[in-house]
């Protein structure tokens, strides 16, 4: 099969175009041939190499995708060869106690697909039939792979995690991003304000056609902003998922109270802190990782039920993966960048 790999880590240049092995599916698993598939921030982690995770060489990132079930492995008794679908790319062991206690990401052996397994920048992937959802069918199937990790990520962040309730007032770092984007769309379905920042003035005027209520520009002064903003109340949610470069300022512009989400460090892992900030004004930091299979159910209600659209950005043909990578890895993008299998 076609695929976009690369055999050794480093930067876009070893990523590599060509034929791979067509992988077969295991017991309970099925295999999806592939209509599209999505980049996220975490491709270009997996391409560089992460810290403490091994990644079996030659790798096919990518997490995200939609497709037709072209194959289904032994026990897979109500999946049908043809439905079209998309996955949850959560990978966990579905015994431990998390995973019998239906909270699949804190599983002790959680991976994601792409990263821990061979992904989706191919002309098919194999995924455990638990995973599969039927595919909406009134969006694209550019749409059908651009929700999957991103907003998976951003509903356990804002609705479970963050707790966001209707009224408040949410920060969210660095708008044009994947999951940035999805808390801004799910942010507006619960009702709450939403305070965008970016380096991009095009990026901030778009934030607002979407449904942000005021932007700031994200420097040293987001904070200042949000204070202003806010008649120095601050923001009871802030959603951070760049790290170093934001953590102080994330800090400064929650309220008393305020709730502090990061599923993410796009910036660096070791920001610097003011602890006093933190237990003075009783602040929650709180850690979030993709979702549970509830997380996923309820996002795919809220897809289906037309409240939530992913919005793209670009879309390119599969071979021309390479120049999708450079976009990610300039910022260019605003929301998500799209590969065509068949394109």
């Given at each position: 099969m076609r695929a976009l790999y690369f055999e050794e880590h480093g930067g876009t240049d070893k990523l590599l175009y060509g034929e791979r092995p067509e992988p077969?599916?295991?017991?309970?698993?099925?295999?999806?041939?592939?209509k599209t598939t999505a980049l996220n921030h975490l491709d270009l982690f997996v391409l560089e190499g992460i810290p403490g995770i091994p990644i079996e060489l030659p790798h096919i990132g990518g997490?995200?995708?939609?497709?037709?079930?072209?194959a289904v492995g032994e026990g897979v008794g109500d999946v049908e060869v043809g439905a079209e679908v998309v996955f949850d790319p959560g990978l966990s062991c579905g015994h431990c106690e998390y995973c019998q206690s239906g909270e699949q990401s804190l599983c002790v052996r959680f991976g994601v697909l792409g990263e821990h397994s061979d992904g989706t920048f191919a002309e098919a992937v194999v995924v455990s039939a638990q995973s599969l959802a039927p595919r909406p069918n009134h969006?694209?199937?550019?749409?059908?792979?651009a929700f999957g990790l991103a907003h998976l990520t951003a509903w356990r962040m804002l609705i479970n995690r963050g707790g966001l309730r209707p009224g408040e007032t949410v920060l969210i770092?660095?708008?044009?991003?994947?999951?940035?984007?999805?808390?801004?769309?799910?942010?507006?379905?619960?009702?709450a304000r939403v305070i965008a920042t970016s380096r991009s003035d095009k990026k901030l005027r778009r934030a607002v056609e979407l449904g942000a209520d005021e932007t700031l520009p994200a420097d040293d002064q987001v904070a200042r902003g949000v204070r202003g903003l806010t008649g120095k109340r601050g923001a009871d949610v802030?959603?951070?998922?760049?790290?170093?470069?934001?953590?102080m300022q994330s800090l400064k512009a929650a309220a008393k109270g305020g709730r502090i989400v990061t599923c993410g460090a796009t910036s660096g892992p070791n920001p610097v802190e003011e602890i006093r900030l933190i237990f003075w004004n009783q602040l929650s930091i709180i850690g979030s990782t993709m979702g549970s299979r509830r997380d996923w159910r309820q996002l795919i209600a809220a897809v289906e039920g037309h409240r939530l659209k992913p919005v793209i950005d670009t879309v390119f043909p599969l071979a021309e993966g390479r120049t999708a990578y450079e976009r990610m890895e300039e910022a260019g993008q605003f929301a998500k960048i799209v590969l065509s299998i068949d394109g």
């Open positions: 077969e599916p295991g017991p309970g698993e099925v295999r999806v041939r592939l997490a995200d995708g939609a497709g037709v079930v072209d969006l694209s199937w550019e749409e059908s792979a770092h660095g708008i044009g991003g994947g999951v940035s984007m999805a808390c801004l769309q799910l942010a507006k379905i619960v009702g802030v959603v951070d998922s760049v790290g170093e470069a934001t953590w």
